[in-house]
């Protein structure tokens, strides 16, 4: 399982892009999972789609709702 300190999600709901490739970074693997069941000839349109999905759960967390950034 993938432990993102929650304050750095904080820093990229704030703006921070660092912070947001960071949170990006980390959750890589778990997109890597996901886009392996699409076709070869799709998967880095299925990796991007990932990476934006993974932004836009920034932007949604909330941590007092569920603690690890990754459910």
Not at 29 to 34: A, H, S
């Amino acid at each position: 399982m993938i432990r993102i300190n929650p304050e750095i999600i904080d820093r990229a709901q704030h703006g921070d892009q660092k912070a947001s490739v960071i949170v990006c970074v980390a959750m890589e693997p778990v997109t890597r999972k996901v886009a392996r069941i699409i076709p070869q000839w799709w998967k880095a349109d299925a990796m991007q789609a990932g990476r934006l999905g993974t932004l836009v759960a920034i932007t949604k967390y909330d941590y007092h709702r569920s603690p690890d950034f990754s459910t």
